[in-house]
């Protein structure tokens, strides 16, 4: 087995079929394919049931995340390669995998890579960590240039996520993938773009319907215990405050009208923001 593809779903039915359509006709490897359905509402499930036993659905009774949901194939998974893909991405070439597979296998030293994300307007890979350029206490040295990959589309050994034990269960939904690729790289991996494939991706799925000020709440409760477990404890308080002081500004500015946003956004947004790091700061002191 080359390739094993991990689908976490949550009320994805709209693109579900467009993702396994595009994974199942692909050439060259041999695959299997995992979909996690968390709990969803709509008609995911019933979507699913049109492929057989070409895709193994794992049902949860609850959505238990996205790190713990991928978890739960990466202990079933039989590929020397596994790939993490969101149900509203899709693999837009049938030889992905294949050139994928070759692209890993000529770099020896690569843990995760990711591709060329077709119309996406946030560049697939970072070069920093999120709050890294204000730290007092750098990381220190690590391989390779690329921080860390957007969680939609991540091609990994598998060998190597068994010896980072897969995603931190801790994260729920957001920064689980920033998380997993500064652990990869501490463990001696680079992280690597073939910019050369491509995937598609709608984006925003999983957070289809949710209030801006809930999407905001878990963004930064997720980049917090982020700072928190790789940042040292100074560094850690002095984003928060930062952070904290930033957002009563925004929220001030906001109120005077003087944004380019429309100022519903950006009320909820910055009164998340504020409203998360003051909760840390209290937990910090208390």
Not at 44 to 52: H, I, P, S
Not at 118 to 136: F, I, K, M, S, T
Not at 202 to 230: C, D, I, N, Q, T
């Amino acid at each position: 087995m080359d390739v094993t593809v991990s689908i976490v779903t949550y009320n994805s039915a709209e693109h579900i079929g467009r993702c396994v359509d595009s994974i199942l006709c692909q050439k060259g490897v041999r695959f299997e394919v995992f979909v996690i359905d968390n709990f969803s509402s709509d008609d995911t499930l019933r979507k699913l049931e049109v492929y057989g036993s070409h895709v193994q659905v794992i049902r949860n009774p609850q959505n238990i995340g996205f790190g713990r949901a991928h978890n739960q194939s990466l202990a079933r998974a039989k590929g020397r390669f596994f790939h993490a893909l969101n149900p509203d991405a899709w693999l837009v070439s049938d030889d992905t995998h294949r050139e994928l597979v070759q692209s890993m296998e000529e770099s020896p030293d690569a843990g995760l890579m990711t591709t060329h994300i077709e119309g996406q307007q946030q560049p697939p890979v970072e070069l920093l960590y999120p709050g890294e350029r204000h730290l007092r206490d750098p990381l220190g040295p690590l391989p390779g240039e690329i921080a860390w990959v957007l969680g939609a589309n991540m091609f990994a050994r598998k060998s190597c996520l068994d010896v980072v034990r897969g995603f931190d269960e801790s994260f729920f939904l957001y920064s689980e993938e920033t998380d997993l690729c500064l652990r990869l790289r501490k463990a001696g991996y680079e992280i690597e773009c073939a910019s050369h494939l491509c995937v598609g991706h709608v984006g925003g799925a999983s957070e289809s319907g949710s209030a801006s000020r809930g999407v905001w709440v878990r963004k930064m409760a997720g980049l917090y215990l982020f700072y928190s477990k790789h940042y040292t404890p100074r560094d850690f308080k002095r984003l928060l405050r930062r952070d904290y002081n930033r957002s009563r500004f925004r929220l001030w500015l906001a109120s005077l009208g003087l944004t380019h946003s429309p100022a519903n956004e950006n009320m909820d947004k910055y009164t998340a923001i504020r409203d998360t790091s003051r909760e840390c700061l209290s937990r910090i002191h208390s």
